[in-house]
């Protein structure tokens, strides 16, 4: 199913079993703009590529995978508070909030379950002032680097998490 990237309606995914967990893939601001911003750094799939690429690894992996983007610091907050609330994992690219949002930073320490953060560059291989992550301290680990890789990556990272914790 094609994800409606403006009101972030789900893309589903389920696995054998039935049921599939949810799992929230939020992206930060300039996301949109994938494709056409610097696609020497960020190459060139686009958000609609990263939606369904979570997609079929969500149905790989019996997740249901809701993805959305936001500019917006505050909704990606609230959405980060709807996570917590519902107990729901996360997969996180910040992009560039990654580097000195505090408050995102404490919304997501009150995660109530896997948080992965990903980014399809690696920030330790760019500017200096992208080194540092205040989002890394609190969540279960980062993969960074692999391009569209880094969500599948991730999801599978969270799969093997929820896995271990049921």
Same mark, same amino acid.
């Given at each position: 199913?094609?994800?409606?990237?403006? &009101?972030?309606?789900?893309?589903? %995914? $389920?696995?054998?079993? %039935?049921?599939? $967990? !949810? *799992? +929230?893939?939020? /992206?930060?601001? /300039?996301?949109?703009?994938? %494709? &056409?911003? #610097?696609? #020497?750094?960020?190459? !060139?799939?686009?958000?609609?590529?990263v939606a369904a690429t979570c997609a079929d690894a969500g149905d790989a992996l019996g997740l249901a995978v809701d993805v959305r983007q936001t500019?917006?610091? $505050?909704? +990606?907050?609230?959405?980060?508070?709807?996570?917590?609330?519902?107990? +729901?994992?996360? *997969?996180?690219?910040?992009?560039?909030? !990654?580097?000195?949002?505090?408050?995102?930073?404490?919304?997501?320490?009150? @995660? &109530?379950?896997?948080?992965?953060?990903?980014?399809?560059? /690696?920030? $330790?291989? @760019?500017? !200096?002032?992208?080194? /540092?992550?205040?989002?890394?301290? *609190?969540?279960?680990? &980062?993969?960074?680097?692999? %391009?569209?890789?880094?969500?599948?990556?991730? +999801?599978?990272?969270?799969?093997?998490?929820?896995?271990?914790?049921?």
């Amino acid at each position: 199913m094609a994800p409606d990237l403006e &009101t972030g309606a789900a893309v589903q %995914g $389920a696995g054998p079993g %039935g049921a599939a $967990a !949810t *799992v +929230l893939v939020l /992206n930060g601001p /300039n996301l949109s703009r994938l %494709g &056409t911003r #610097e696609p #020497e750094i960020y190459g !060139t799939a686009t958000l609609a590529d990263v939606a369904a690429t979570c997609a079929d690894a969500g149905d790989a992996l019996g997740l249901a995978v809701d993805v959305r983007q936001t500019d917006d610091e $505050a909704e +990606l907050i609230a959405w980060i508070h709807q996570a917590a609330d519902g107990r +729901l994992p996360v *997969v996180l690219n910040p992009a560039a909030f !990654t580097h000195y949002s505090y408050a995102l930073r404490d919304a997501l320490a009150m @995660r &109530t379950a896997p948080l992965v953060e990903v980014h399809l560059s /690696n920030p $330790a291989a @760019r500017e !200096t002032f992208r080194h /540092n992550s205040v989002v890394a301290g *609190v969540a279960d680990g &980062t993969v960074a680097g692999f %391009g569209l890789l880094s969500y599948v990556l991730a +999801l599978r990272a969270v799969a093997a998490l929820l896995a271990r914790r049921a």
